[in-house]
Structure formats: C-alpha cells, structure tokens
Nanobody, 127 residues
Framework: QVQLVEAGGGLVQAGVSLRLSCAAS????????MGWFRQAPGKEREFVAA????????NYADSVKGRFTISRNNAKNTSYLQMNSLKPEDTAVYYC????????????????????WGQGTQVTVSS
C-alpha cells in the first residue's frame, strides 16, 4: 500500500500561484501513475491532471490546460501540481491519487481507476 499526503493549499487572491505537493510513503511512487482531482462544494469530484510513472506523459482537464502543470520527483516520492493564474472557480478541495500500473505510459482521467487517495487540501481563491 501507499499513503498519500497533500500539502500546499490555502486562501489566495485571483491571479496568483500555488504549488500543491503530494508526498507518498509505504511504497516507491515510481510504481504508480499519479493524478490530481478536485471537488468544489455541491459538485462532483472532477479530474484535473495526470502523469505517467516516469513523468513522460501528462494530461489535463480543459479548464486548467495552460495554467496548471503536473510533475513528479520519484527520487523524493512526491508529485506536484503547479497552479498559476488561479481563478475563483478553481476553489475546491484538491486530492492526489495513485494508480498501480505496470505500463510506464498509462494515465487515466477516471477517478475509479485510482487505487489510493490522499485526504485532500483546501484551495480557496478569492476574487
């Protein structure tokens, strides 16, 4: 099993940047494709970004494309979500997730395909 802990959320004004981190323990992060999801109040959890095991393949939701960047440092067992030009509509609890896969390039936007989840970190963007 792998345990995931997110950090880096907070209350910020529109237009600024935040970087979220997701620290893994228990197993090497390199065994997992990683994803970031978010859930706003009253809404369903939605896909934000995903990255393959070695970081060579990424995918983004249209709503964050060009503003957010997902990355990973397997040596540090950590995944990151750099969020630039934040908007009030980015306000949500952000979750990282890990998907065990043997395929180095495999990524997915489907939340039901992830095996492990962090507890989430709140991001609030004021206008």
């Amino acid at each position: 099993q792998v345990q995931l802990v997110e950090a880096g959320g907070g209350l910020v004004q529109a237009g600024v940047s935040l970087r979220l981190s997701c620290a893994a323990s228990g197993r090497a992060l390199s065994n997992y494709a990683m994803g970031w999801f978010r859930q706003a109040p009253g809404k369903e959890r939605e896909f934000v970004a995903a990255i393959s095991r070695r970081g060579l393949t990424t995918n983004y939701a249209d709503s964050v494309k060009g503003r957010f960047t997902i990355s990973r440092n397997n040596a540090k067992n950590t995944s990151y979500l750099q969020m630039n030009s934040l908007k009030p509509e980015d306000t949500a609890v952000y979750y990282c997730a890990a998907r065990s896969t043997l395929q180095l390039g495999r990524i997915t936007a489907r939340s039901d395909e992830y095996d492990y989840w962090g507890q989430g970190t709140q991001v609030t963007v004021s206008s």
